[in-house]
């Protein structure tokens, strides 16, 4: 029988940035992790970043992983039904950033067992909670939250719920990661419905940006960021609170940073 409940999210949808518009477009600055869940684990991956990685030839086409395309840029969804009997098999999103796909299957299958293949769009499943699309996650490859080198594990699932109010569309991303997250990563993005909006395709090739000795990784050792200090210095941000952590997600800890010092003898 099908599910009256249901709501009809196949079209175009425009992203609407605004959301967190520095950090969707310009990217957040290094060193700044606060608001986000992170262990030290994740801490320590953070502060070793170089953004020169991404000039490296085989990270220039590397995809956005699933829970982090929402980020940016339009998409377009669609459904799967079964001929005779209509039931709903499957839903599709294509993401303009990467041309990337995936199939968040409807039919009630269960997720592979651990050792099946890890994929940037990983395995998804969906229920119908009314009529909100949830959807549940797994078999992620190892990707970033942020990308600023904030990273995400191959261990984490995530759960999404696509609710539409006439024609504007909010998808929510819940993460959890056991190896870097110490609490839930929550995002919102908003879409609206474009009626005659069409996807432009995306080729992406590969080129030597920086000549390098070969094998040479642009990272930085631990303690050795020469930049980590810029944001907290520019923006008057306590060490501590740039420095992330799950305290740093909620309103109180506006509280705690106003006992802080500031870097730099700012006020």
């Given at each position: 029988m099908l599910a009256s409940a249901q709501v009809n999210l196949s079209g175009v949808w425009s992203s609407r940035l605004d959301e967190d518009f520095?950090?969707?477009?310009?990217?957040p600055e290094l060193g700044d992790y606060?608001?986000?869940?992170i262990n030290a684990a994740d801490r320590l991956r953070a502060t070793s970043w170089n953004a020169s990685l991404i000039t490296l030839p085989e990270y220039q086409c590397r995809v956005h992983p699933s829970d982090y395309a929402a980020s940016f840029a339009d998409i377009r969804m669609w459904e799967d039904r079964d001929r005779d009997t209509q039931e709903l098999v499957a839903i599709h999103i294509h993401h303009f950033a990467w041309a990337t796909e995936r199939t968040i299957w409807m039919d009630g299958r269960p997720h592979p067992p651990d050792y099946a293949l890890h994929t940037a769009m990983?395995?998804?499943t969906g229920k119908w909670d009314g009529d909100i699309l949830t959807v549940t996650t797994t078999h992620l490859k190892e990707g970033w939250a942020r990308r600023n080198g904030v990273a995400r594990s191959d261990r984490a699932t995530v759960t999404e719920h696509f609710i539409r109010h006439g024609d504007d569309l909010t998808w929510v991303i819940v993460v959890n990661d056991p190896v870097y997250f110490t609490e839930p990563l929550f995002?919102?993005?908003d879409y609206v419905f474009n009626a005659t909006g069409q996807i432009a395709p995306y080729p992406c090739e590969s080129v030597t940006e920086i000549i390098r000795p070969k094998g040479q990784i642009p990272h930085y050792l631990p303690n050795t960021n020469p930049f980590l200090k810029e944001y907290q210095v520019n923006h008057g941000i306590p060490e501590q609170a740039a420095m992330g952590g799950a305290e740093t997600m909620y309103p109180e800890y506006k509280q705690k940073i106003a006992t802080m010092p500031k870097p730099g003898g700012a006020k």
């Open positions: 520095p950090d969707r477009l310009a990217g606060g608001g986000l869940p990983g395995f998804s995002r919102s993005r």
